[in-house]
């Protein structure tokens, strides 16, 4: 098998970049109902601390217990950038920042690099790794 070379890549669709961008302005919002639409129902979310959320069932329960809880200020975008892969799948690949308030008062700053997979116009595969800012 022959791997493909890094030069194996297009400029992607920029509409996926809008989508990723609403998904987050609406989460950052929090209006979760408008977020799961861009979702396909077997998203995947591999997240930051290397655990797996799989399904929209199971995203819902993680956004109305989680991230309802929490209070997101300053969220700022590095970059966003959407790709096609030399097999035609379609990337929107993003580096940004927010500021968590947590119920308990606890303020962290983190940074952020993710990939979120594009198929017919759904959110299908996000991976997320995070650290905190300096």
Do not use: C
């Not at 970049?17 to 950052?28: D, F, G, N, Q």
């Not at 069932?57 to 790709?83: I, Q």
């Amino acid at each position: 098998m022959r791997l493909p070379t890094l030069d194996q890549f297009e400029m992607g669709n920029p509409e996926n970049v809008l989508l990723v961008k609403k998904m987050h302005e609406l989460t950052l919002s929090k209006k979760f109902d408008e977020v799961y639409s861009r979702f396909s129902d077997s998203v995947v979310f591999r997240n930051a601390d290397g655990s797996t959320t799989e399904g929209i069932a199971a995203v819902k329960e993680v956004m109305e217990t989680v991230y309802s809880k929490l209070t997101f200020e300053n969220y700022r975008v590095g970059v966003n950038l959407a790709v096609t892969g030399y097999n035609g799948d379609e990337w929107v690949l993003l580096w940004d920042g927010v500021d968590i308030l947590s119920p308990d008062g606890k303020r962290t700053s983190e940074l952020y690099v993710g990939a979120f997979m594009i198929v017919d116009g759904k959110i299908v595969l996000m991976n997320q790794f995070a650290k905190p800012s300096l």
